[in-house]
């Protein structure tokens, strides 16, 4: 087999329709939580709220710098929302992927990953706000229950132990 | 190459034994730790424990609620096998895949893949209930062990830089 | 199509430069990130700082014990890096993987891989040292870039919603 025969082999994979939007939806809900850290260091900066001495140096000498090294409500929420996300965003990634590639019917396939980066971007909104619960708790139990749904397509059709 | 040949090409992926019991294991360890979130829920509303001001709204008003902010022994604990969880089952699945698709011998691959999960899932009941030492620490080096395993194999068969 | 076939489709996902490439980059971040789980074990074994009570049990009996429950600025700093970590080689695996199947050009695909890696490592050393400010910061955006510009071209060249 050529070398341009093999390459055409390999995009297949990004050919298939169910793949793309699998790697779009990804891509969007990943660089979603990685807007996280942005917000992270805003707030560290805006406030003057560190956590490691080398980085208020610049705020001040010795004993005067020291007084930043605390923490603060609106940094740790931050930080919830964002160990929140990668909790959720892991399994997402890997039975995202897998339930991909196991041959779904599209619409389906495409109705699930919709909702999860949905869910993930309220839930992102009514932590950072914060909106009254239940939006939040709403908008977690979304993500996580169709990733539980994505797991359990796959494993009932592809189960091998 | 027609549509319906491209799908058939697709699916072998998912006809491979190897991918497909990396899928089910990993299907399965991600599962298990999507069940730390609704663990740590669990314990935060019995235990009436929260981390935002939001979340204990219901239980109270104004000072009466802000009670309920704080921490307690039991929900820290679940939060830090959650974080364990995340930080050693991110790498496997990572290696793992890259491994599965490297053409593994098939009994060798899925010995990995259980011990893997195996020592995953001890982790959590070791740290959960709690059993004295060195059970958990054990299950991590296992697991640990089993990851590094398989980067060997990976980057032995593989590298290329 | 034979079972024999079957297999060499499935190796040529691993002959195709880009992904053998993305793999073993991978792999040497993800092992770097399983290093903390070491460096962590290793500040709390040598200070006696610990965050559970069966993990000093063997350093003295009850109230004696419970002395070692603490935490230090070491170990905390590691457990810092090592969630920074998580935070970022996520995204990378997830984008990267989908990228590396999106047919990119090689050269374009090794330079992002190596900057990714490059940036992480330094960015290890620059926290654990720990170097001055603007050393860590700049690892941290010079990763953070290098994942955005995947998902960019990404996204330019296969967005499917």
Chains 1, 2, 3 share one sequence.
Do not use: W
């Amino acid at each position: 087999m050529t070398k341009i025969e093999k390459m055409v082999e390999l995009t297949q994979l990004m050919e298939n329709e169910v793949f793309m939007a699998f790697a779009s939806y990804t891509t969007i809900v990943l660089s979603k939580m990685m807007f996280m850290s942005t917000a992270t260091a805003f707030y560290r900066l805006t406030r003057k709220v560190f956590a490691n001495p080398e980085d208020c140096a610049g705020f001040g000498k010795g004993e005067n710098a020291k007084k930043y090294l605390r923490t603060d409500d609106r940094v740790e929420r931050v930080r919830r929302a964002h160990l929140n996300d990668l909790e959720n965003i892991v399994p997402f990634l890997g039975i995202g992927l897998l339930y991909s590639l196991s041959g779904p019917d599209l619409s389906t396939a495409i109705l699930h990953f919709r909702l999860f980066v949905g869910a993930r971007i309220y839930h992102t909104i009514a932590y950072l706000i914060p909106l009254p619960q239940p939006n939040r708790a709403l908008a977690f139990f979304l993500g996580y229950g169709v990733t539980l749904s994505m797991a359990y397509r796959l494993l009932r059709s592809r189960l091998y132990l």
